[in-house]
């Protein structure tokens, strides 16, 4: 098991900044890749950004690709999401998670551990 807790969120005007933040306790935090995802009201939960183990690699959807950073720190068993010239429509509920399968780093259903998400909200 992995207990995935989020925060940072808050409301922001846009063009601010925040950064999200995942501690991570229970089961090795190292060996997940992460990721965040968002969920909009009405929406789909979609694919935000991915991390691989260690960091060797990382993904972007191309909404938010150049404006945020997506980094972990396996000491301290922490995901983290820098945002960047945030916009209106990155509103949304945050989640990071876990992947339990390995690979389709863009798809919920290779994410095995959820956290309970944060509340972004940006206003024009």
């Known amino acids: 098991q992995v207990q995935l807790v989020e925060s940072g969120g808050g409301m922001v005007l846009a063009g601010d900044s925040l950064r999200l933040s995942c501690a991570a306790s229970?089961?090795?935090?190292?060996?997940?890749?992460m990721a965040w995802f968002r969920q909009a009201p009405g929406k789909e939960r979609e694919f935000v950004a991915g991390?691989?183990?260690?960091?060797?690699?990382?993904y972007y959807a191309e909404s938010v690709k150049g404006r945020f950073t997506i980094s972990r720190d396996d000491a301290k068993n922490t995901l983290y999401l820098q945002m960047n010239s945030l916009r209106p429509e990155d509103t949304a509920v945050y989640y990071c998670a876990a992947n339990t399968v390995g690979n389709a780093y863009d798809s919920t259903w290779a994410y095995g551990y959820w956290g309970q998400g944060t509340q972004v909200t940006v206003s024009s």
């Open positions: 991390i691989e183990t260690a960091s060797t690699g990382t």
């Open positions: 229970g089961r090795t935090f190292s060996s997940f890749p």
